[in-house]
């Protein structure tokens, strides 16, 4: 099944913790991003291996970009 890591709300990518081929658990953060100032991990919410990498470091996600899928 194919899950899609999404951002809460809109933000800047600080960084991406993981690769394509990269095995995931729903406790893994898979990337953190800044809002307001503040700082939040993004976890993985569902075990898989990552597929694709679909944000950047230093770029702006809107609320319900993709970060990253898992199948």
Do not use: Q, R
């Not at 913790?17 to 953060?29: A, Y």
């Not at 503040?38 to 569902?46: L, V």
């Not at 898989?48 to 950047?56: E, I, N, P, R």
């Amino acid at each position: 099944m194919k899950y899609e890591v999404k951002s809460p709300m809109p933000a800047t990518v600080l960084e991406i913790l993981v690769k394509p081929g990269e095995m995931v658990n729903e406790k893994t953060i898979v990337a953190t991003l800044e809002s307001m100032k503040m700082e939040m991990p993004i976890f993985a919410d569902a075990d898989g291996t990552v597929t694709a990498v679909s944000a950047a470091p230093n770029t702006t996600v809107p609320k319900g970009g993709v970060l990253v899928v898992i199948e």
